[in-house]
Structures are given as C-alpha cells and as structure tokens.
C-alpha cells in the first residue's frame, strides 16, 4: 500500500460513498472514508420500525448516463428489482395519469378549463415566435415554455410548495426538472403523436429487494472488499494544511483519537461543515456559504391496517390544501419490506427551517397528513395504527436568482487547497439523483487515474454536474 496515494473521503452518503468505491476498486488508492453520524448512507438509507423496513422517502435506482445502470448492477450482484414504474398527479380530487394523457386530463379538467389550457399554450407560442430572450427566472420559464394557465395551475402551486415562491428561483431549476422541451412537445404527446423516451420519463427502474439502503450499505463493503475503511461516528474533527494542501485529518471515533494523512481529500459533506474545517477565519467565504438557501425535508409515515393502498409508487400532490407534495408506499416497491396485513404510506414536504411547519410538533404535523390522506379518499381514519416522523434539516439546495454567483465564490474560495474535490448533492450543492452521485465517483476516480491537475478534474465536473437532468 505504500505506493498508493492517500484519500480521505468526508461523508457517508452515496456522494462519499460512491467516490470511495470507485477509487478503492481502481487500486490506485488508499481509501478512508469519515462518517459523522453512527449510520451510513444519509436520506439514501432505509432502517427497521414495526415489522417494516423504511426508506427516508422515495428512491429509485435509474439512470440514462451511459454505462451508469450496469455499473449499479454490477455492484448489485443480482439483488435488483425491477419495478413497472406508475406514479400520478392528484389534481381536483382525481388522478391523472403520468405521463398525461389527453382523454385523462381533459374529463378531469373540464371542456372550459382544458380550453383555457389550450388557448394560453397558443398565446405563448405565438408571443415565443417574436420573444427570444432567455427566462429570468422558474416562473418565466415555465410560462414561455407551456403557457399561464398550465402554469397557474399546476406547477406554481408544486414549485411553492417543494421550493417556494417560483418568482425566486432560477430558471435552472425548472431546466432541471422538466424534461420536455416546451408546450408542443407535451402536446405531441399527449396525442400520442410523440412516444416519450427514456430520457423523458423512466418505463420502469430498478430498486434494490432490502430496501435502497442496501445499496450504500454494499458501496460500504465493496470499498472494504478493495482495502478501503469506512468510519462510522467520526467527529470533532480537525483538518491539517500546509502551504495550500490539506495534509490530513485527525478526528475522534467511538471515543479514540485517530490521525489520517492524505495526498487528497474528497468532500461531500454540507459546505457550511466543510468551510468550518478549512476556512474558518475566511469571514468572506463563510459569508458566501451562509447565503446558500437550501430546504429542510420532513418526512411523515403513516402506519396503515390495510395489505396496500396504493397502485402508485408514488403521487403527486400540486394542491394548496394538501401539506404533502407527494406520498409512497413502500411496498409497492417490494411487498416483502412489511408486514402482510399492514402497509406505511410515507407523506413528504419541504420546508424552510424557519417555517411555521418545521417549528410544529410531530403530532399536529401527523394529524395534518393523516387529514390529508382521508380527504383524499386514499384511508379511513379507523385505518390508521400509528405514525413516525422524520426531519432532514437544509437537505434540498435551493437555486434562488443569485445562486450561481454565490456558488462560484464558495467554489473559488476552495480552490486555494490544490488537493481538494467535491462530489455529491450537498457536497456540491447541486440538485440530483442517486446515479448522478455514483457518475460523479466514477468520473473523480477517472480523472485522478490519468493524473490530471485538481482544479482541471473541478472545472470539467461542474461543467458535467450542470448537465444533470432529474428524469422521473
């Protein structure tokens, strides 16, 4: 092992965990990996309550990055199932299907809102023929691309509701989230005309048969299959510099001091947590890091004396009167993770950690839920048999108008340590999925194989992460 360099990775999340294997695998490196917490893979995991193995939320495993799929199955070993994917919009007390259909939405909508759908498509795409200047923001976006009314009513109320007042955010958000190139192309294929593609929506993914968590929990082994450490508990930790370079890390495990040297240092941890290691005494970058927005996650389990209750894995809640901007049920992706007379619908929402729903208690925030899910008419009150909830605080990064600007003086501060990489959703705060993370592993290893500069291997990266696109 003296002829490998030395990496220490911060974070036990797919980010950290996916840059691990793929350096431990190449056996170019010695790998160590910190993790803070006493489990591992972050909101990516699943753990055990009453009789049910839970996911922290919905998760699936699907990528159209070329080679990424069968990397992921490769890791796998067999242990993949592959689900028919059915998710849905609930709109107006009903659901309609997704990818929309015609006949669906137009009995749904009614003939006067349907056509006031589609004579603002048509206002939109005449004012687009003379109009050519770029969105200014989601909103903006969103309106140029299919038109007020669609807007109005289905994607303001949702972006409010997962991200906040839509005017805000930048239009990178929406790039990101919204596969279909504009108004035509939906219409296309709400005709049938046009068939979607796997790069538009997925037909069916892949789900590992334990629980998602099993996933990083087997990134975790393969890493110490290929000579790598992983840490759990790891804390109080002090980062060494010198000249520029982060030479190591010393950090307290389960109660004993443990030093680590490193030619490298790879971080997907929250950047606030990172600048607090390296630049504390930079006011200017601890400046930048703090106004990065980001929203809090919150996650409500709902136990339920019923087989199932869904056909969906998972819907979509637009609408104001609802709390939740989506449910799951666990079991749909695999009946075997619970009990088999009881079902867990899981309601989820984010949140601002200053908000009136993140200050509330568990109880009202449950019965909030459980309310919704009646009017609904998905349970019965006398269905329910209890509840759990979960917080995951400043998870989601938010992309206000100015995020590019501050993330560039974050990212330009970092780069006075030549050894130092990011990677990961929070470690890059970059909005993505699970096989984003496990790309950007895949790509970092690469990269540092061929021995190319650190600030080289970071400008490609963000210029490769800027390209993600969410595919539902």
Not at 54 to 82: F, T, W
Not at 285 to 292: T, Y
Request: charged content about 25%; some cysteine; aromatic content about 12%.
């Amino acid at each position: 092992m003296a002829d490998k360099k030395k990496i220490v990775i911060l974070g036990g999340g797919i980010g950290g965990l996916s840059a691990g294997y793929f350096l431990a695998r190449s056996g170019k490196f010695q790998v160590t990996l910190l993790e803070k917490t006493n489990t591992i893979g972050g909101v990516c995991g699943s753990f055990k309550h009453d009789g049910f193995i839970l996911d922290y939320g919905a998760h699936k495993l699907y990528s159209v990055i070329p080679g990424i799929l069968d990397e992921i199955k490769n890791v796998m070993e067999g242990r993949l199932l592959r689900v028919l994917k059915k998710n849905r919009i609930f709109l107006r007390g009903h659901l309609l299907d997704y990818p929309l259909k015609l006949g669906n939405l137009a009995k749904v909508l009614g003939a006067g809102t349907f056509l006031k759908l589609g004579l603002g498509y048509a206002v939109t795409f005449i004012n687009g023929l003379f109009d050519k200047s770029p969105a200014s923001s989601y909103a903006e976006y969103i309106m140029k691309k299919f038109g007020r009314g669609t807007y109005e009513l289905v994607f303001e109320p949702l972006a409010d509701k997962v991200w906040g007042d839509p005017s805000t955010l930048h239009p990178d958000m929406a790039r990101t989230r919204i596969p279909a190139s504009g108004g035509i192309d939906v219409i296309l294929r709400l005709l049938g005309i046009k068939k979607e593609s796997k790069d538009t929506s997925a037909e069916y993914f892949f789900y590992p048969e334990k629980g998602f968590g099993d996933f990083p929990l087997t990134l975790k082994e393969k890493i110490e299959q290929n000579g790598g450490r992983v840490f759990i508990n790891a804390g109080s930790m002090h980062v060494k510099r010198e000249a520029g370079r982060i030479t190591g890390i010393d950090a307290v495990i389960d109660g004993q001091a443990h030093s680590f040297e490193c030619d490298y240092m790879v971080s997907s941890i929250p950047l606030s947590s990172l600048g607090g290691l390296t630049l504390s005494h930079d006011k200017k970058f601890i400046g930048a890091v703090q106004k990065l927005e980001f929203r809090s996650v919150v996650l409500v389990y709902v136990f339920v004396k019923r087989p199932l209750v869904l056909e969906d894995q998972w819907i979509f809640f637009p609408e104001r009167e609802f709390m939740f901007s989506r449910i799951f049920e666990q079991k749909q992706m695999n009946p075997d993770l619970g009990p088999a007379d009881r079902t867990a619908i899981c309601c989820d929402f984010t949140c601002t950690a200053d908000s009136r729903q993140w200050k509330a208690g568990d109880e009202e925030i449950a019965a909030k839920c459980i309310e919704g899910l009646i009017k609904g008419g998905f349970i019965k009150g006398s269905d329910v048999s209890g509840h759990l909830v979960v917080r995951f605080p400043d998870f989601y990064p938010r992309y206000d108008l100015g995020y590019q600007e501050k993330i560039k003086e974050v990212y330009n501060g970092l780069r006075q340590f030549d050894n130092l990489l990011l990677t990961g959703r929070i470690g890059m705060y970059n909005y993505n999925n699970a096989d984003h993370c496990f790309d950007m592993g895949r790509f970092i290893t690469e990269q540092l194989v061929e021995g190319k500069a650190i600030n080289k291997i970071m400008d490609e990266l963000e210029s490769r992460v800027a390209d993600y696109r969410i595919v539902d």
